[in-house]
């Protein structure tokens, strides 16, 4: 299913591809959602264009096995590596080349709950509108006393007020977890960030495939079908009874910087991918992708600046694939001094240390 080419499938979709689920991890959530928006323009800014090369290494022959064990299992995929290596960039890469449409990104830091990944409730909000139409309709009867002065009649202008559905507008995961034919894409970057008590919290949503609502829960006598807010602009989604029920598990991509360890029964539900520093052949592909080929060659150097980008990052304890970019783009824009000195100068400091400790000054 998934080739790690970057090149979109066609003539096809994954679920004529993609077998059955286990039985412990099947599935039957409804009514079932519109396909997910596409957003080309995103996976673009990126990843860049698709190159459309198989992977050669076995680094990436080994990322497209394990993905595509986390498609068939329906499990989510830990993703470990030192900042700047692309791990991120995995949710990306497979949602182009499996054309899932646009990917939800929760960011993780230390004040994210599992609440905020599912959805909000505005109901100060839904406070103030009620008030401000109570307001509106001032001189009219009250709620006590009723058009006919009988206790318990509606108060003025209450039947113009919003649905409980418009004070609702589900997370990432939220969002994710609605009941699509096709899963969507799920990046949870830096789940390492997160509070101790957030993994654990992700179990039972990861082993059910659903959450309740709540404030949908309280009111499914009297509105047994919700329609809310998602994380897609301007998208929404139906919830029946107050709980979201999936249907095709998300490919949820998580990510880690190694910060922190996570508890074993978390563990247990994901697999496991270390993403190491990309090699010369990675490297060029990404600015070929990024920029145009032969980019590295103008940049000077006879195109050795990828070497001294991976000398430099194993001197300096590791640098991101960015910092490589910045340079490449830097050099090859014309809007520097043809000095070979000063751009020596300035793309040394674009190669400044990732760790904090003060960078060491140039050779020569």
């Given amino acids: 299913m998934y080739r790690g080419s970057g090149q979109?499938?066609?003539?096809?979709?994954?679920?004529?591809l993609l077998p059955d689920p286990p039985p412990w991890r099947r599935f039957t959530g409804g009514p079932v959602m519109p396909p997910a928006p596409a957003d080309d323009e995103e996976a673009e800014r990126r990843l860049g264009k698709p190159s459309g090369r198989l992977p050669a290494s076995d680094?990436?022959?080994?990322?497209?096995?394990?993905?595509?064990?986390?498609?068939?299992?329906?499990?989510?995929?830990?993703v470990t590596g030192r900042p700047g290596t692309g791990k991120s960039s995995l949710?990306?890469?497979?949602?182009?080349?499996?054309?899932l449409g646009r990917v939800l990104r929760w960011h993780i830091t230390s004040r994210t709950t599992l609440r905020s990944g599912l959805?909000?409730?505005?109901?100060?909000?839904?406070?103030?509108d009620s008030a401000a139409l109570r307001a509106a309709a001032d001189g009219a009867p009250t709620a006590s006393t009723g058009a006919a002065g009988r206790p318990g009649d509606r108060a003025p202008g209450e039947d113009q007020l919003p649905g409980i559905g418009d004070y609702v507008q589900l997370g990432p995961l939220g969002t994710?977890?609605?009941?699509?034919?096709?899963?969507?894409?799920?990046?949870?970057?830096e789940l390492?960030?997160?509070?101790?008590?957030?993994?654990?919290?992700?179990?039972?949503?990861?082993?059910?495939?659903?959450?309740?609502?709540?404030?949908?829960?309280?009111?499914?006598?009297?509105h047994p079908r919700v329609t809310v807010l998602t994380d897609d602009p301007e998208g929404t989604a139906e919830i029946v009874g107050g709980v979201v029920r999936c249907r095709a598990f998300p490919v949820v991509v998580i990510t880690s910087n190694?910060?922190?360890?996570?508890?074993p029964a978390f563990l247990r539900r994901c697999l496991r991918l270390h993403m190491p520093d990309p090699d010369h052949t990675q490297l060029a592909d990404m600015v070929t992708a990024h920029l145009t080929e032969g980019a590295v060659t103008r940049a000077g150097d006879g195109?050795?600046?990828?070497?001294?980008?991976?000398?430099r990052s194993q001197e300096r304890g590791g640098l991101a694939v960015d910092q490589l970019l910045n340079s490449v783009y830097l050099a090859t824009s014309g809007r520097f001094p043809a000095d070979e000195g000063a751009l020596a100068e300035l793309v040394d400091a674009l190669w400044h240390r990732l760790d904090g400790a003060k960078a060491e000054s140039r050779p020569g």
């Fill in 176 to 189: 994710a977890l609605l009941p699509y034919e096709t899963p969507r894409v799920l990046l949870v970057d």
């Fill in 258 to 263: 190694g910060e922190r360890e996570f508890p």
């Fill in 91 to 99: 949710a990306y890469r497979i949602s182009r080349e499996l054309r």
């Fill in 59 to 78: 680094q990436l022959r080994r990322e497209a096995d394990m993905v595509n064990a986390a498609l068939l299992l329906r499990r989510p995929l830990l």
């Fill in 8 to 16: 979109p499938l066609y003539d096809t979709d994954l679920r004529e």
């Fill in 119 to 128: 959805y909000g409730y505005d109901a100060i909000g839904r406070v103030q």
């Fill in 192 to 222: 390492d960030k997160c509070d101790q008590d957030l993994a654990n919290d992700l179990l039972s949503v990861f082993e059910e495939g659903q959450y309740p609502i709540p404030e949908l829960l309280r009111a499914r006598r009297r």
């Fill in 303 to 311: 195109g050795d600046l990828i070497e001294r980008f991976l000398q």
